[in-house]
């Protein structure tokens, strides 16, 4: 007979970078169009009104259009980077009963030591990750408190899997930016998937791979900037860390222009150096990216 254990693992086991990474590899969808520039438009949420600059295709333009990404203003660190937006899978659990699955965010210690008390099950014994630990500490005690969440949720009955790299781009790119690619989907005119690597804050600066899905559009105009406050929760040198999110658009020499403009007028931390490098690499990655997708870039007809 098959243990909880094993059933957990089995489930757990398709989480990009499981066993090692608690909280997974970064997917996310890099959208983009080709444009001339842009116009400014307005949106509005709970907290009132903003503009944000959004891409434009003219036709009558003798210029060739360059590529325009969506993209997200972010300060994690306590200074604004422009970057793409991505996040990891969630593990996404039925329980006898209830009709709507439950989203549960892998790597997140509070709601999941939180959760294991509601089912009414033991944490890990001497396995309690706890903030300010280093990685070869912290990473196998979250690995170990993921687990368990999932044997115990298996315990009570429920249907339990670990979200697709597609749905988790897909989820995170409509929440951090606001761009929807299932919403999208009679604009898109070529997907593409790349598996690639690029710096991570929660390693220090280190590598982790990337799972980026590219979407070309023929133009944003249905799309809806997001802007959200966060508060870090998987990161455990920046726990309980508050900081912002805003769905934007930029070309990458925008996006380089913005951050050599940062490192310019701002004497970084040292946390804020790693941040800096962070949002570098990813830039690089962006770059390999467009070099990929055209050389140079074209427009394609939606037709």
Not at 95 to 122: C, F, K, N, Y
Not at 171 to 182: A, Q
């Amino acid at each position: 007979m098959v243990s909880s254990r094993e059933r957990a693992e089995r489930v757990l086991s398709a989480l990009a970078g499981f066993p090692t990474e608690p909280s997974g590899e970064p997917a996310g969808v890099l959208a983009w169009t080709l444009a001339h520039g842009t116009e400014r438009r307005w949106f509005a949420d709970d907290e009132g009104r903003y503009a944000v600059d959004v891409p434009v295709f003219d036709p009558t333009a003798r210029a060739a259009p360059a590529p325009w990404y969506a993209v997200i203003e972010t300060d994690p660190v306590g200074v604004p980077v422009l970057t793409l937006p991505r996040g990891t899978q969630d593990l996404i659990a039925t329980l006898p009963g209830r009709s709507v699955p439950a989203h549960i965010d892998l790597g997140q210690r509070a709601s999941l030591l939180d959760l294991l008390e509601e089912l009414g099950a033991p944490a890990p014994e001497h396995a309690r990750p706890e903030p300010g630990q280093p990685p070869e500490v912290w990473n196998p005690r979250m690995c170990a408190l993921n687990l368990r969440v999932v044997e115990a949720l298996l315990d009570h009955g429920a249907a339990v899997r670990v979200e697709s790299l597609e749905e988790t781009a897909i989820r995170e790119t409509r929440e951090e930016h606001g761009f929807d690619l299932d919403a999208a989907r009679p604009t898109v005119l070529g997907i593409r998937l790349f598996e690639t690597r690029a710096a991570c804050k929660r390693h220090r600066g280190g590598p982790l791979r990337h799972w980026v899905l590219t979407a070309q559009v023929s133009d944003f105009d249905d799309t809806c900037p997001r802007r959200v406050r966060i508060v870090e929760d998987k990161n455990p040198h920046r726990l309980d860390n508050t900081y912002s999110e805003q769905g934007t658009f930029a070309t990458l020499p925008m996006m380089w222009a913005h951050l050599e403009a940062l490192a310019e007028t701002v004497e970084p931390t040292p946390e804020q150096q790693i941040g800096i490098e962070v949002a570098a690499d990813r830039l690089r990655m962006i770059g390999r990216i467009e070099r990929a997708l055209a050389c140079p870039p074209r427009r394609i007809s939606a037709g």
